[in-house]
């Protein structure tokens, strides 16, 4: 059942995924045919279950799920990582890597390798200060509060 995500209670899980750019308005638009067409017949155990969803800066695709009216099963988190692995076949972007990092410059997001970020910091091309997406989030009020922070905020601090 397709809820809307602002609708959803703080307690929702949530999934983070970054693309490795950004999506044309083109792509936007078929992705906002797409997922709802997704999460309004995603189940568990054959109950409905209440998700929803946004897309943050054209870049990242923010799924949440109510567990107060069903929980997500091995099969529907399965049935999302699957449905996550076409888009990015579809539109030959990384959705999946969570071994990469996102972090804004000004108002530019920048996608690097965790090598490359060790680096920058290394270099001191970022600082405690720079904002990092800690998509480690696991429910929506993390999200809300803690998921564009600065890096000494994040576990990308260790770096720094």
């Known amino acids: 059942m397709l809820v809307a995500f602002e609708a959803l209670p703080d307690t929702s899980r949530i999934w983070v995924y ?3 750019r950004n999506f044309s308005e083109a792509e936007l638009k078929e992705l906002h045919e797409l997922i ?3 999460l309004t017949q995603w189940t568990a155990h054959g109950a409905s279950l209440h998700a929803g969803y946004e897309i943050r800066y054209k870049r990242f695709i923010v799924f949440g799920l109510d567990q107060t009216q069903a929980s997500a099963s091995g099969c529907s988190i399965d ?5 996550i692995q076409g888009l990015e076949k579809r539109f030959g972007v990384e959705l999946l890597d969570r071994m990469n990092v996102s972090f804004k ?6 996608y690097k390798s965790m090598a490359d970020f060790k680096k920058m910091a290394k270099a001191k091309a970022i600082s405690k200060n720079t904002i990092v997406f800690n ?12 998921w564009e922070v600065p890096a000494s905020e994040s576990w990308h601090g260790r770096f720094i």
């Open 18 to 20: 970054q693309a490795d």
């Open 79 to 83: 049935a999302s990582v699957h449905f």
């Open 105 to 110: 410059q000004g108002d530019y997001i920048t």
């Open 135 to 146: 998509n480690l989030v696991v429910n929506k009020q993390e999200y809300l509060e803690h």
């Open 36 to 38: 709802p067409q997704f």
